[in-house]
């Protein structure tokens, strides 16, 4: 495989909405997203009434890559190679010495190498994009709860609620009924939690379009969520923009399914239709699949085989997925680039967002947490008399083994040209090649990390 990867050399450009396109006030979207789970869990399940209640301090417990054993309540944290970094009880972080009596040196219970884990299942579920980490810190307090109340009996069975909120808070019919806390929020106020789209990226989107790219948006968001959030984005005429737009496209599974499993499906007025046997024009559809997308792609550019590109900001959902099953080019929308910064946002952030950290007095999100450490990389806790040892995450394994380049934000690579050489990661070469501008500093100052 060559070294470098060019957008100029891509037939196609995919984009995800949330997190990629769209880029959302952390801070205050946090708080709704936890609001809208825990007064759910008070109201209508009868959960404590202190799950309400969340202090500066408690965000800290958020960190991407986390997986919560669903059975026992443990939060962890996995090393590439399967073992367990550290753990929480709930919120209650596990000494050296209790994670070495749980956990040892073993590869977690759950742990398989690379494409044979799923990030979900009945038993445990991954904490990966910005959406889901004000869920780990409220599961982390529910589970904090259940065991005062139940004097730490397991197993946990608090994960059917979680799931009957997100239901009850973003089911299909959520936006227009104005269910639960968070649409009805969104709608009031978008410019509290969304930011508009730099003139840099909308431009070089034109520019994309120009240069006789084809322009595609999946999102998993529904039809009239997706509508909002691009009007406020990019504006009203954000359709002339994208030649193909899916909504509700139930990533992974758009990657993963065959097109029986899950066909294309026109809109009426934001309400799916009729199951489509191919996809044969360019236009706005629901659900669907790669399969029949990359059919309809041929036709389009009159190529047997167009290269494709995708951003997106989770591996669960669109980098691991895009790149495995479909073999498309995949870019890593990682805000983690901006912040791993000795626990600071970046200079360079917009001045509202700084103003919001500040203010709050929290731990922004794409920041090291003091509890979980870095999101790349940490140490092995040495067993007798062996040193710690510095090793790669999980999460950071797979960066370097399904992203094409990883980048902070989209803004970053807009105003640099479409032929512009981006160095690719690679079996090849160093775990840090493909980041750009600069690899996380963590990661640059870990210079006797070795490669495994």
């Not at 990867?5 to 997190?19: E, K, Q, T, Y």
């Not at 962890?76 to 209790?98: C, F, Q, W, Y």
Request: aromatic share 12%.
């Amino acid at each position: 495989m060559a070294q470098h990867f060019s957008l100029a050399a891509c037939d196609v450009v995919g984009f995800d909405l949330d997190h990629t396109l769209c880029c959302y006030n952390l801070p205050e979207s946090a708080r709704l997203i936890y609001n809208s789970f825990a007064q759910f869990l008070v109201k209508e399940k009868g959960y404590d009434k202190g799950l309400l209640t969340v202090t500066p301090e408690d965000w800290d417990f958020c960190c991407k890559g986390l997986a919560l054993d669903l059975e026992d309540g443990n939060f962890i944290k996995l090393a590439d190679n399967g073992t367990v970094l550290r753990a929480s009880h709930g919120t209650k972080m596990l000494s050296p010495e209790a994670l070495a009596a749980e956990f040892g040196r073993k590869e977690w219970k759950h742990f398989m190498p690379d494409t044979g884990m799923a990030f979900r299942s009945g038993k445990y579920y991954f904490y990966d994009n910005y959406f889901d980490l004000p869920g780990a810190l409220l599961c982390a307090r529910v589970v904090d709860s259940l065991t005062k109340q139940n004097n730490g009996q397991k197993p946990f069975d608090f994960w059917k609620d979680i799931v009957a909120g997100i239901q009850h808070n973003y089911k299909m019919s959520a936006f227009k009924e104005n269910c639960g806390i968070y649409f009805p929020e969104i709608k009031r106020d978008p410019g509290k939690y969304l930011h508009t789209c730099p003139e840099s990226v909308k431009k070089w989107l034109r520019q994309l379009k120009n240069a006789g790219k084809i322009l595609m948006l999946i999102t998993s968001s529904h039809s009239d969520y997706c509508r909002l959030l691009c009007e406020y984005i990019l504006g009203n005429d954000f359709e002339d923009l994208f030649d193909i737009v899916i909504t509700n496209a139930l990533k992974p599974g758009f990657f993963s399914h065959l097109p029986s499993q899950r066909p294309f499906r026109t809109l009426e007025n934001d309400e799916e239709r009729e199951a489509l046997p191919s996809l044969d024009k360019p236009g706005w559809y629901s659900q669907g699949n790669a399969a029949h997308l990359y059919e309809l792609l041929k036709k389009m550019t009159g190529k047997p085989e167009p290269k494709v590109v995708y951003f997106g900001d989770s591996m669960h959902s669109d980098i691991f997925p895009a790149c495995h099953y479909s073999n498309w080019e995949t870019v890593l929308i990682l805000e983690e680039l901006r912040g791993d910064k000795d626990g600071k946002p970046e200079e360079s952030e917009p001045e509202e967002k700084k103003g919001k950290y500040e203010g709050s007095k929290a731990k922004p999100l794409n920041t090291s947490s003091k509890k979980w450490g870095s999101f790349f990389i940490d140490s092995a806790s040495g067993l007798g008399n062996r040193e710690d040892s510095l090793v790669y995450t999980w999460s950071c394994k797979r960066i370097s083994a399904y992203s094409t380049i990883a980048i902070p934000s989209i803004e970053a690579i807009a105003e640099l040209p479409l032929d512009y050489k981006f160095t690719r990661f690679s079996s090849n070469n160093s775990k840090t090649a493909g980041y750009y501008p600069n690899p996380p500093l963590v990661l640059s100052n870990a210079g006797k990390l070795t490669a495994k």
